[in-house]
């Protein structure tokens, strides 16, 4: 419609003329122009002959033309997606797919350029009626001067025709032809009455009351032996097929099926067998063939018309193509004697069933199951027989009767693998053979599929080489499989159980024996099965299939699962321990294939623990070092040198293999524990290196991950090592240079043809994407290696051009705004300073890095002095603060950096107004301290002296007897109890006496202690000259104000907590390793806060002796380990690798499990998380090292304390993914919002109490603990 020409206009001013004569006393006899209007809307209900009108045909012709491609993908998808066929009907497809439709830009764009046409056409027959009239008349003398001459004038009509045509058909007219298609009659009668026939409207002569005997006649006149006769009917039934309805075309079609379906049955007629093949130069064959072809062109397009239609005529087009496929000749007892019935011919004009595949779209499910019948002699040796390599020879006009076996057996495939994917179709199954004794059941066609994969060679070559197409069995079945892993439902049926597994891996385990699978397994087809298993690794339900099989119980037998079989296989290729394929050029795609299906396994947590044992990550380090060293010695192709090609090709082999290594290597970063096996490996500067080139080019990670980059990256930032290689590999440069683009430039590169809009939310839209990834990023361990010990800019001048390149500079330039030089180089100073006020907000939530900035540039000082200076001087003894946007952020930072405490204990202002007369209540301040309205009152300060009683009785109760293994689980017992009745008399002086002697008794009991005794005699006097570092320092005023608050501190305590720190600090150096490394956080003791000890501390209500007693005997117990985080600070009882990695056993142990948990107690979670570009790993070690100070409240930070001490370490896990569980619909509804990170770090965790998910926890240490316990006690000697 781009192109609209005079001759366009002119054809449809005749289409426009002919409607409008053809309704012209409709509209006369109107009374009104309104009644006239309403006439034309309901024509189609009205006018019998409306589809025939030359307009209505254009229209309808134009709209497929336009929308057609679009209607049929969204009527795919919509039953692929929904299986439609099983529970919906034509209403609701409908429905679905015409709204889609009309709200399509394609949809609109049709109807604008329609209105536009219709306007020009419309307006220019208005304008030239007068002259147009004249010209019809001339026109029309002319014609029927002409037409005169003819034999037919006295059987004709004067009036105009549709579309140009000079008369319109009459029932004499259609007569005299039906008597000149009489076989007796002469060639040359025949002849003109088919070309007579052919020149008139199809619609005038499918109108005629003789059609259904002029039908009759053309069928039987098929059979006439003169080709240029049969070929001008075909030409007929050709026109009618594409320029009438659906309701008129179903007679054609169902007259030239019932003709095939005779010709077959025939016994004249004479029907190649299998023994001569079919040579289509053969006349017979061709003409049978075009026949054929014409019935399957239709077949295709019909489903495009059904869902407008009823039923009834699908049904007649359907019966009568399963009457003709259903034909059956009588067979001899020789298989080459066998005469070809019609499907040969159907899969020889469409080999890939590609008619059927359309049907399927629509609801011919029930119809065509008559036709699976065809199959049913399809055993799998006549497969391999069928699939036997045929030679060289060219065939080009020839097909001997094994390559239509094999183009048969294609077609079947096709069929078969179409008919699979729906409900209907599978619950064929089983189906009884003629020649089989047993049913056929899906598993075992499934098994023979996948038998066809590795027993197939490769495809005969039986079409020209211009046809690009794979028709190997094995492509094909591959193909077949494919589409069934891609939908869900039919894949859990079909594909998930463990005959399927184990014929898919049966070739494996016979090369892992060293022998050939079969005689014909060759690289190709295990490429085949690696894909398939990929795509079944890569769904949920195929992953735990292969890592645990169908039983989901492990410990049942020692045999091995699919994912223990692809691992050690894969780790063979790798080592090149198989010497089957070494030498074959096809050897690297094999081993990346299945590197890939174990990529899919071990980037989860749960494949990851299963593959651990095999240390493929050592595997495939080593093969990528040996591809680097190949490449490095490509030697540099010689201008005019032959050998360049060969040359360029090898390299890119080599560069594309060591590619694929990388990748599968940083695929181990998807998950902690894989992260530290990365990290061991020392090839994580490489990868993420790579991960960023490929990020730069917005490439995925795989062709089975749904999401991108985001998620390695948080995992990545989450540890010291990783941060330093993002930010070495150019990711953070890369980052905040797009950063700055949208907040302060925009791009140089676009032509800018108005203003930018000024922006209406606090963070611009451009730059959310910017600022979350600035979120994932800046975990503690990021922020201290790449700020750490590192001062600001403060330049006395900035160049509007100077651009940020580290994190330095974003908080030199965004947050910490001390100088006129840095708010003049801003363009936009408000939201430039907005942005970086809530990244401070975000980050500051981590209390480490809260007190690294405040050490290294007094953040509260420079924000305290914006507010000092943000002030309106209103008498000489009164200032009022101006409330804007940045002072009401600053004033909400302010009070969230300098007052701690969980969602009852602390109140923050909003950063928004209010509605109404006061603005911001919220009292604004420029000193300290704060204003008390943004305390809490509903702090419990005070211990009830009755709960302490009922602990002491309790703990009088418990009687020490000879077994003290005993007393302890009697203990445990009791405190669950406690915990499940009343968890409110846990505190106080009872919450101390109860730790106290629980913790002294674990120590002196053998079995309870992990970590061997430390003799430790130093006393106040030897540490009072150690210094702390001064985030430590702030630590302590942090946590004494926080006390005090509590009442549980008093004057004093500030001394005696630094002092409990000093102590701490030489008893743990005592058992730390000397370590070389780069990393900062290796350079010293630990970097951050000791939140456990503070907490501690606090819990022994300040007092020092206590708290060093329990730090000693506790340091023995392996829960130490994992609530205490600066114990294993670089200590000797890690091993050296995992010291040297600079990752703590929380996150590479707990927050793993926390991982694998969430993903099978709260999937959905798990999947927000995802979807966020989030790693539930990064929040909670952020939990976990601050003991949930500023997320809980304080009793609620005791009960996890004690809880984790009395339980196990274990129930860390379990209790944060109590938390998830918690939080389930806030997570959801902040994944829709795109803020879950900002959420979850800035949130409280409202309404959370351990107490209540006691129970939850106990069902999860059931479930999980033996295997937590064990790789948590694994942390010493992990040599993985």
Same mark, same amino acid.
């Given at each position: ?97 015409? !709204? ?36 019809? /008349? ?100 050709? /026109? ?9 075309? !179903? ?150 009767? /094994? ?293 730069? !080019? ?96 403060? !330049? ?485």
């Amino acid at each position: 419609m781009a192109h609209f020409s005079a001759d366009d206009e002119a054809m449809l001013q005749a289409m426009l003329r002919q409607l409008f004569q053809s309704v012209k006393e409709k509209i006369t006899g109107a009374p009104s122009l309104e009644c006239a209007e309403e006439i034309l809307l309901h024509l189609e209900e009205t006018d019998e002959n409306f589809h025939n009108y030359e307009f209505v045909k254009y229209l309808r012709q134009h709209i497929c033309n336009t929308l057609g491609s679009m209607i049929e993908e969204e009527m795919e998808k919509w039953t692929s997606d929904q299986n439609w066929g099983e529970e919906f009907g034509y209403d609701t497809v409908v429905q679905h797919v015409t !709204k889609r439709t009309q709200e399509s830009k394609e949809y609109k764009e049709m109807m604008h350029s329609l209105k536009n046409i219709m306007m020009i056409v419309v307006e220019s027959m208005i304008n030239k009626f007068e002259e147009d009239g004249l010209r019809s /008349q001339e026109r029309q003398k002319k014609i029927q001067k002409e037409k005169s001459n003819s034999y037919c004038t006295d059987n004709c009509s004067d009036s105009d025709s549709s579309f140009s045509q000079s008369y319109k058909f009459c029932q004499g007219k259609l007569q005299l032809i039906l008597d000149q298609l009489d076989p007796g009659q002469p060639k040359e009668v025949k002849y003109e009455a088919l070309q007579t026939l052919c020149s008139a409207p199809p619609s005038d002569v499918l109108n005629c009351e003789n059609w259904t005997t002029l039908c009759e006649k053309l069928t039987v006149s098929l059979s006439d032996p003169d080709p240029v006769f049969t070929d001008r009917i075909l030409k007929f039934y050709a /026109q009618t097929f594409t320029l009438s309805p659906l309701h008129t075309t !179903k007679e054609i079609y169902t007259s030239l099926a019932k003709y095939l379906e005779l010709y077959f049955l025939s016994r004249e007629n004479h029907i190649p067998t299998l023994s001569t093949g079919i040579d289509i130069t053969n006349p017979n064959v061709s003409r049978l063939l075009k026949k054929v072809r014409l019935l399957n062109e239709y077949q295709k397009e019909a489903p495009c018309f059904w869902i407008r239609h009823p039923e009834k005529y699908m049904e007649e087009i359907v019966e009568s193509t399963l009457s003709l496929l259903s034909v059956k000749h009588d067979q001899s007892h020789l298989v080459s004697q066998k005469i070809l019935d019609p499907i040969y011919f159907l899969a020889l004009v469409d080999t890939k069933a590609v008619w059927f595949k359309k049907w399927m779209i629509t609801t011919a499910v029930q119809q065509c199951v008559q036709y699976f019948e065809l199959c049913e002699t399809m055993k799998a040796d006549e497969a391999l027989g069928r699939s036997k390599p045929y030679g060289n020879k060219q065939k080009t006009f020839y097909y001997s009767g /094994q390559e239509l076996q094999y183009i048969y057996f294609i077609h079947s495939l096709c069929l078969l693998g179409r008919l699979l994917i729906y409900t209907q179709g599978r619950k064929l199954f089983p189906i009884k053979l003629k020649n089989r004794k047993d049913l056929v059941t899906l598993t075992d066609l499934l098994v023979l599929f996948t038998q066809l994969i590795y027993y197939s060679p490769s495809c005969p070559k039986m079409t020209s080489s211009v046809h690009l197409e794979n028709y190997s069995p094995a492509s094909m079945v591959t193909e077949v499989l494919r589409i069934l892993c891609d939908q869900k439902e039919c894949a859990i049926e079909c594909l998930y159980n463990n005959t399927v597994i184990e014929a898919l891996l049966q070739p494996i385990h016979n090369l892992m024996k060293g022998t050939k699978a079969v005689p014909y397994c060759s690289e190709t087809a295990l490429i085949h099965i690696a894909d398939i298993l990929a795509r079944i690794a890569s769904v949920e339900e195929g992953l735990i299939l292969l890592l645990y099989g169908e039983n989901m119980n492990s410990s049942e037998g020692k045999s091995l699962t699919g994912a223990d079989v692809i691992a050690q296989f894969s780790k063979k290729l790798l080592d090149e321990d198989i010497s089957i394929f070494s030498g074959s050029e096809m050897f690297p795609v094999v081993k990346g294939a299945f590197t890939s299906v174990c990529r899919q396994i071990y980037g989860t947590c749960e494949g990851l623990q299963v593959l651990v044992p095999y240390s493929l990550h050592e595997s495939i380090v080593k093969a990528w070092k040996k591809t680097s060293l190949l490449s490095e010695r490509i030697p540099t192709p010689v201008e005019g040198s032959d050998s360049i090609s060969s040359v360029s090709q090898e390299s890119q082999n080599i560069m594309a293999w060591e590619e694929n290594l990388l990748d599968d290597l940083l695929n181990f970063a998807a998950t902690p524990k894989g992260l530290l096996l990365l990290q061991r490996t020392g090839a994580l500067n490489e990868c993420v290196t790579f991960m960023f080139s490929q990020y730069a !080019k917005k490439l995925q990670i795989s062709r089975h991950r749904k999401f991108g980059y985001e998620v390695l990256v948080t995992q990545v930032a989450s540890t010291a090592a990783g941060a330093v290689a993002l930010q070495s590999s150019g990711f953070i440069n890369a980052l905040i240079t797009e950063l700055w683009a949208n907040l302060e430039c925009g791009r140089d590169d676009v032509r800018v043809t108005h203003p930018r809009s000024t922006p209406v939310d606090p963070i611009d839209r451009s730059c959310q994407k910017s600022f979350l990834a600035l979120v994932n990023l800046l975990s503690y361990p990021a922020v201290y290696e790449l700020a750490g010990n590192q001062g600001l800019p403060n !330049k006395a001048e900035y160049s509007l051009r100077e651009v940020p390149t580290c994190i330095v500079d974003i908080i030199d330039r965004l947050i910490i705004l001390n100088s006129e030089a840095k708010i003049r180089s801003l363009f936009n100073y408000e939201q430039s300073h907005i942005f970086g006020l809530r990244l401070l907000s975000v980050i500051c939530c981590d209390l480490d890095t809260l007190l690294l900035l405040e050490a290294q540039y007094q953040v509260s000082e420079m924000l305290l002095n914006a507010q000092e200076e943000n002030t309106l001087v209103t008498s000489e003894s009164h200032r009022d603060f101006i409330i804007d946007s940045l002072s009401v952020e600053r004033n909400h930072v302010l009070v969230r950096i300098n007052l701690i405490g969980g969602p009852m204990e602390r109140i923050l202002p909003p950063r928004i107004l209010d509605k109404g007369d006061d603005l911001y209540p919220w009292p604004m301040f420029s000193s300290y301290p704060l204003p008390n309205c943004y305390l809490s009152d509903c702090v419990t300060r005070n211990t009830d002296l009755k709960q302490d009683n009922i602990v002491g009785k309790l703990l009088l109760h418990f009687k020490m007897c000879d077994k003290q293994t005993e007393w302890i689980e009697n203990c445990r017992r009791q405190f669950c109890k406690m915990m499940k009745a009343k968890p409110g008399i846990i505190s106080g002086e009872a919450l101390v006496e109860l730790l106290g002697k629980f913790v002294l008794h674990l120590s002196e009991s053998p079995s309870e202690c992990y970590f061997p005794s430390v003799e430790y005699t130093a006393i106040d006097a030897n540490v009072k000259n150690e210094s702390l570092s001064s985030v430590q320092q702030l630590g302590i005023k942090m946590t004494v104000r926080y006390g005090k608050f509590l009442s549980l501190l008093k004057d004093g305590a500030e001394n005696d907590l630094t002092l409990v720190l000093k102590h701490c600090g030489r008893f743990l150096k005592q058992q730390q390793a000397s370590v070389k490394s780069s990393l900062l956080c290796l350079q010293g003791s630990y970097t951050g806060h000791d939140w456990f000890v503070s907490s501690l501390f606090m819990i022994m209500l300040g007092d020092k002796e206590r708290t060093l007693r329990f730090l000693q005997q506790f340091s023995r117990l392996l829960t130490s380990a994992f609530l205490w985080l600066p114990r294993l600070h670089i200590s000797r009882y890690l091993p050296t690798d995992t010291i040297a990695s600079g990752i703590h056993p929380v996150y590479f142990c707990s927050t793993h499990y926390i991982e694998m948990l969430l993903k099978a107690e709260v999937p959905l979670v798990f999947s927000a998380f995802h979807m966020s570009g989030f790693a539930p790993s990064q929040i909670c070690l952020q939990w976990i090292t601050q003991c949930f100070w500023n997320y809980l409240d304080w009793v609620e930070i005791c009960h996890y304390i004690v809880t984790c001490v009395f339980l196990g370490p274990d129930y860390q896990v379990y209790i944060c993914i109590a938390i998830f569980k918690h939080l389930q619909q806030d997570i959801l509804q902040h994944t829709q919002t795109q803020d879950l990170q900002v959420f979850l770090k800035e949130e409280p965790l409202h309404g959370f109490r351990v107490s209540d998910y006691f129970e939850y926890m106990e069902i999860l240490e059931q479930n999980y603990r033996p295997v937590l316990l064990r790789d948590m006690r694994n942390i010493r000697v992990q040599s993985t």
